[in-house]
């Protein structure tokens, strides 16, 4: 049996150590990738890290802050889907705010002759208002549609 003596422990703690500073320069220097993206970019012959093999940047976990700060402004939780507050969607009254799409020119008519659809949807609880017309000219025309619709 081998016996690991003190300098050996210590040789290994120092390459260690440049490894990680090593790791954490390539990883700023490549916009913040992850070892798993590095490693990808090493096979590709896009970066050149001889002194970071694969299996050691696989096993690498590291907390950079950088990254930390940017993932935790991601998931803040008072935001939804389209960065609108919750709060505020609550605070909403029926059909104050309204996303709306059209779509259109179908090439085949309703039976009613339309060739377009607009739905309105509320953003406080995504009920939807389609309304058909048959030019998109006629948009004004819909929305006065649906003013009357909703009662405004
Ligand atoms: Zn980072």
């Keep these: 049996m081998e016996k690991i003596n003190n300098s050996d422990l210590i040789n290994a703690t120092r390459l260690l150590k440049r490894q990680i500073e090593a790791v954490k320069r390539l990883h700023e220097s490549c ?28 096993e690498f976990k590291f907390e950079c802050p950088v990254c930390l700060a940017s993932s935790r402004k991601r998931k803040t939780p008072s935001r939804c889907g389209n960065g609108y507050r919750r709060e505020k969607k609550k ?41 058909c017309h048959s030019k998109k000219a006629h948009l004004p025309v819909v929305f006065l549609q649906f003013v009357r619709r909703v009662g405004v």
């Design 91 to 131: 605070e909403l009254s029926k059909w104050e705010m309204v996303y709306l799409d059209t779509s259109g020119k179908f090439s085949i008519r309703s039976a009613r002759g339309f060739h377009y659809y607009s739905v309105f949807v509320d953003r406080k609880d995504g009920e939807k208002i389609v309304i």
């Design 31 to 58: 916009g913040h990738r992850s070892p798993k993206r590095l490693i990808n970019l090493k096979r590709l012959g896009r970066i050149k890290a001889s002194n970071l093999p694969s299996h050691f940047l696989k």
